[in-house]
């Protein structure tokens, strides 16, 4: 009995304890978020070339915003995105979440105002 009870108590332990122990991500408490126009301006890398997605564009914004003093008037600030390093996550952050394809459409083709919330493991994007 002893050894039936020990291989059920594995057999839940290997089944059922990863899916126990991973939060969903939409568990994740807000670490910030800001709001940001998307202007033309956000389109071009430092170096001059155009950028062609969402999250180089994203990413440019910061920059703009912390690096280079060139904020748009409705740009407000975050406390995440102020070194190189944290921006080169952006990427990332945005790959893993889920923002509406729309959205991060409009982001490319578009100048649109949208704001962001950013989770420890990504970030979601939607119209402000």
């Given at each position: 009995m002893k ?28 670490v910030d ?52 390093q944290a ?42």
């Amino acid at each position: 009995m002893k050894s039936q009870l020990a291989i059920a108590a594995i057999a839940f332990s290997v089944v059922a304890g990863p899916l126990l122990s991973a939060a969903p991500a939409s568990a994740q408490s807000i670490v910030d978020e800001y709001c940001t126009r998307i202007s033309e301006n956000d389109k071009f890398a430092s170096d001059g070339y155009q950028l062609s997605d969402a999250a180089s564009i994203l990413r440019q914004d910061r920059a703009n915003f912390h690096k280079f003093a060139m904020a748009d008037d409705e740009d407000q600030g975050d406390n995440s995105f102020a070194s190189t390093q944290a921006r080169a996550r952006i990427p990332a952050l945005l790959d893993n979440g889920d923002s509406d394809q729309g959205i991060l459409n409009s982001i490319v083709n578009r100048t649109p105002f949208v704001c962001v919330e950013i989770y420890r493991d990504y970030m979601y994007v939607y119209g402000g």
